[in-house]
């Protein structure tokens, strides 16, 4: 076969090009592992956490003060307070011995125990001492107040975090409350990346003339770690035939999926389509997609193993990855599909023009204005300026269907980092 000959003839629809893949390709959870709860940042979750303890395990304190009967305390006030007697005490870390009966109170700490007899905390600074054992309530409180029931946080068996989920510092902190030191998590997935072109070189502040630095590796290779991912970088294959054949031969020995950038399109030294359909089955599954940036983009697998090949323009395959390749890394992670792109409505700055057929991805600077977003179309965008990457924090989807979007419209976006606004760090939570 001529390893030259052009396989990109026609395009389909991003929604169709997933759906094909998915279809051609089985992509399942890898595999899981047990690890220690401080390593699981960041992690996906492969098992559903239940409670095998009530939290808190036992009625405690809220606050300090004097743990009583509410019913004893009706009726106190500052000019008709309610004598106690103090007959104890509650501390943390203890299990309390004394029993307070009618009119009687233990002195208690935040988080001790409640001693039995007891529903309510009054507060230390709505209590005037007497003496030593006495002491008088100037304020009533009602069963409960400033106390917590045993379980009020989480019940015994209660599923408290499912499957699929990404692990946060809070999800983690959950996990150890209810007793847990390891957690199962999905094994993360190996994904080799190559970078093809005669061009390219390694970073250096002395570029050879007529050469471009790499910098789709170390980009793709960083957004691999960002979707849970290990990322085992392949090096530069140059346009020869053979030797982007020996690459991905060493991807396929070493990796879960691999990842290419460049020489996607038909151009006589795009040789990476064929030598992919030559390599095994189903080889090229999808090639040429009504997206931009990205069209070239190629969805392939070679017995069974996904290959991604997207396009040498750095923004290009930034979007790429974006929309398929986060897709498939999902799926291998057995992550809860239903979990979506985090969006915000904004309005538009400026007109956006877009052509019926292609689904256009538009990058955007969006900011807080008042009370309302803005989203600012990123003026330079070409398929190969990474820049309009780093200066937009959104993506702006205009579907196949529309022909833009007109200034001041408000649109979706698609969050891709924090937003600054005239109110960010002014107001507190």
């Known amino acids: 076969m001529d390893a030259k000959a052009k396989v990109f003839t026609q395009y389909m629809s991003v929604d169709e090009a997933l759906d094909n893949f998915f279809k051609e390709v089985s992509i399942r959870q890898l595999g899981e592992e047990s690890i220690p709860i401080l390593d699981s940042l960041g992690r996906v979750l492969s098992e559903d956490v239940y409670a095998p303890v009530d939290v808190p395990p036992f ?55 409640l001693p039995e007899g007891t529903n309510s905390v009054v507060m230390l600074e709505y209590t005037n001492e007497i003496s030593a054992d006495k002491i008088e309530a100037v304020n009533a409180v009602t069963p409960w107040r400033n106390a917590s029931k045993r379980g009020e946080d989480i019940k015994k068996d209660e599923k408290v975090l499912a499957r699929g989920l990404v692990l946060r510092s809070q999800d983690i902190g959950i996990i150890a409350s209810v007793g847990r030191r390891k957690v199962m998590v999905a094994r ?44 085992i970088m392949l090096g530069i294959a140059r346009d020869d035939p053979g030797e982007i054949r020996s690459r991905l031969e060493q991807g396929c020995r070493v990796a879960d999926m691999i990842i290419t950038t460049g020489a996607t399109s038909v151009g006589s030294k795009d040789y990476l389509p064929n030598v992919v359909k030559s390599m095994g089955k189903p080889g090229i599954i999808v090639h040429g997609i009504s997206m931009k940036p990205g069209s070239p983009t190629a969805l392939a697998a070679v017995n069974g193993k996904p290959v991604v090949l997207l396009p040498g323009n750095p923004a290009a395959a930034f979007i790429s990855f974006f929309v398929f390749v986060r897709r498939i890394i999902g799926r291998m992670l057995g992550l809860d599909e239903s979990i979506r792109n985090l969006t915000i409505r904004a309005s538009l700055t400026r007109r956006v023009p877009s052509t019926i057929g ?16 803005l989203a600012e179309p990123v003026r330079i965008a070409g398929a190969g300026i990474l820049s309009s990457v780093t200066k937009a924090n959104g993506l702006l989807v205009i579907p196949e269907d529309r022909e833009g979007f007109e200034r001041g419209e408000e649109v979706d976006i698609v969050i891709l980092r924090g937003i600054w606004g005239d109110e960010v760090g002014s107001k507190s939570l």
């Open 59 to 113: 009625d405690r304190a809220a606050v300090d003060g004097f743990a009583l009967k509410a019913e004893n305390t009706y009726g106190a006030s500052p000019s008709n307070p309610v004598v106690f007697d103090v007959v104890g005490s509650s501390e943390m870390g203890q299990v309390p011995s004394v029993r307070v009966n009618n009119f009687e109170a233990a002195r208690i700490f935040t988080g001790a125990p």
């Open 188 to 231: 993360k997935p190996r994904i080799a990346v190559l970078s093809t072109g005669n061009e390219l070189v390694e970073p250096t502040e002395d570029i050879p003339r007529g050469k471009i630095i790499d910098s789709n590796k170390y980009s793709i290779s960083s957004a691999v770690k960002e979707a849970g991912a290990d990322p």
């Open 358 to 373: 292609m689904r256009n991805y538009v990058r955007v600077f969006v900011k807080k204005s008042g009370g309302s977003y």
